[in-house]
């Protein structure tokens, strides 16, 4: 008896010491479980929802290979918890695609796929699902918003999604946002409809983050793609296509916005406001954004500005709207195809480094401005640009600006890399082209701002348009083959050292880039 007394001790002894090491080393002797669903074979559940009670902090939902509808898979509410919900495998399109939850929700019988409604934060993820057949309608808000998707006072994550073919009657016909901070990535958000805003996503109050998403052919009131109000909205390396929307047909911000890295194409609105304006890509209303980096093609408005309109009331002072290296190109409008503002004496316009070309309606550069009632002028300044015709408005001041064919790569396919003698980036065969002509918008931004990673020889001064001050900026030409070598000194890489390279070395002297 002694003896297997002796043993239990030093069973437990050991227990505990192994618990003792992985403590010590931040693990955990409880390892995240994988939780299968199946609905039509062998599996832990046959429905998400139970798996979902079941699961434990850590732990993964896989859902295996079909269409999950019915009860149990809709209306799915994470409760609060920190685990993952996915498919067998989140990184595969035609998994994903074979990987559908489907509401089935109708005005008789409203349901949505999933809700988050108990404080999740990006712990709790949704990865690699097909969602669709949501369908939200109430007398009460924000019960009637939120089709596919219903965040409410939650961060959740969502990634590699596909959210398709769902409906809501206030906002947010695909993904409805209010309050906390959602993170969406990489996700495909197309064919949704919200009668009032947000076709794709609508954010109300939250801190949205949108990143690496194609959000296209959504449809709603204000904001086909994507609607904002009393927000901040962060949204980069992102394609919107073919939204259409009363405003903003692309996307409606009445929020704080930082949009970058993106392209708006072929979105259309189609309501000619006084007050709210337009705006065939994207429609600002009352609040401050900062765009760069962004192209605006093909977008139409029968109001004022195809590629983006500013609009702003006399009750509302100070919103400033910035663009940096942005491409307005074959855009239509009322007014302002490429950009247009509308507003009083503190309403602000600014551009720089942009290229504006072809533009209807033509007889200028395509720029507007207008003022609200009796408030005064906005004004518009535009830096450092290509512009499609000249300015004789009062209000729109230009300095050092042209009026040249920027020399786009290919714009029948949307290609508006501009062309170089001494290399263009080539997209399709992701190799470096010579072209017979050089554009004028290289070399040609504001000196004053920095190249970033362009690549050499880049004349050390930034580029004009949407990829000025990227990777894939065209290549400095200075009428001779390029050079071969990095030569010390040679700030332009012109294969000269000379005053040239000390002038644009003293524009920068003594910067302090952490500011």
Not at 305 to 321: A, E, I, M, W, Y
Request: proline content about 5%; charged content about 15%; overall charge negative.
């Amino acid at each position: 008896m002694a003896k297997a007394r002796t043993s239990r001790l030093w069973g437990t002894a050991f227990v505990f010491f192994v618990m003792l090491v992985l403590s010590s080393i931040g693990g955990s002797a409880a390892v995240g479980r994988i939780i299968y669903v199946d609905d039509d074979g062998p599996a832990d559940y046959n429905n998400i929802q139970a798996a979902i009670d079941d699961a434990n902090d850590g732990d993964t939902v896989e859902i295996q290979l079909g269409t999950y509808t019915g009860p149990g898979n809709r209306d799915i509410d994470f409760k609060g918890k920190p685990i993952t919900v996915q498919s067998t495998d989140p990184n595969d399109p035609d998994i994903v695609d074979a990987t559908m939850i489907d509401a089935n929700g109708t005005e008789a019988a409203p349901h949505r796929c999933f809700i988050f409604q108990n404080a999740e934060d990006q712990a709790s993820v949704l990865a690699g699902l097909s969602i669709t057949g949501g369908y939200s309608k109430s007398s009460k808000w924000p019960a009637d918003s939120g089709g596919g998707i219903h965040c409410f006072g939650s961060s959740p994550t969502i990634t590699k999604c596909v959210v398709r073919g769902n409906y809501a009657f206030e906002k947010g016909g695909g993904i409805l946002c209010v309050g906390g901070s959602p993170y969406i990535s990489s996700c495909s958000i197309r064919n949704n409809s919200a009668d009032y805003s947000g076709g794709g996503i609508s954010t109300y109050g939250s801190d949205l983050t949108v990143k690496r998403c194609t959000i296209r052919e959504n449809h709603s009131g204000f904001g086909g793609g994507v609607a904002g109000e009393d927000a901040d909205i962060n949204i980069s390396d992102s394609y919107f296509s073919d939204n259409i929307a009363g405003y903003g047909g692309g996307l409606w911000s009445r929020s704080g916005l930082t949009l970058s890295y993106s392209v708006f194409r072929a979105n259309q609105s189609y309501i000619d406001d006084p007050v709210l304006a337009g705006g065939g890509g994207v429609s600002i209303h009352n609040r401050s954004a900062k765009v760069d980096h962004c192209i605006f093609t093909a977008n139409s408005t029968q109001g004022l500005g195809g590629g983006l309109c500013f609009s702003k009331t006399c009750s509302d002072s100070g919103p400033q709207v910035e663009l940096t290296n942005c491409t307005f190109a074959y855009n239509g409008a009322r007014s302002g195809g490429a950009a247009a503002v509308r507003g009083s004496g503190s309403t602000r316009l600014d551009l720089r480094n942009c290229i504006i070309w072809a533009n209807e309606p033509n007889d200028s550069s395509s720029l507007y401005l207008e003022s609200f009632g009796m408030c005064g002028f906005p004004k518009i300044y535009v830096d450092s640009s290509i512009l499609q015709g000249p300015e004789n408005e009062q209000f729109i001041f230009t300095t050092n600006c042209s009026i040249s064919d920027p020399c786009f790569a290919d714009p029948n396919n949307s290609d508006y890399h501009v062309k170089s003698q001494a290399g263009r980036y080539d997209p399709n065969s992701t190799t470096w082209l010579i072209d017979d002509v050089t554009s004028p918008g290289i070399d040609a931004g504001n000196p004053m701002d920095p190249i970033g990673p362009e690549p050499f020889p880049n004349g050390g001064i930034v580029n004009m348009g949407a990829y000025g001050g990227t990777a894939e900026a065209s290549k400095s030409y200075f009428g001779k083959p390029p050079c071969e070598i990095i030569v010390a000194g040679d700030v332009n890489g012109d294969c000269e050292v000379n005053f040239l390279d000390f002038h644009l070395m003293a524009l920068h002297w003594c910067e302090d880039h952490n500011l």
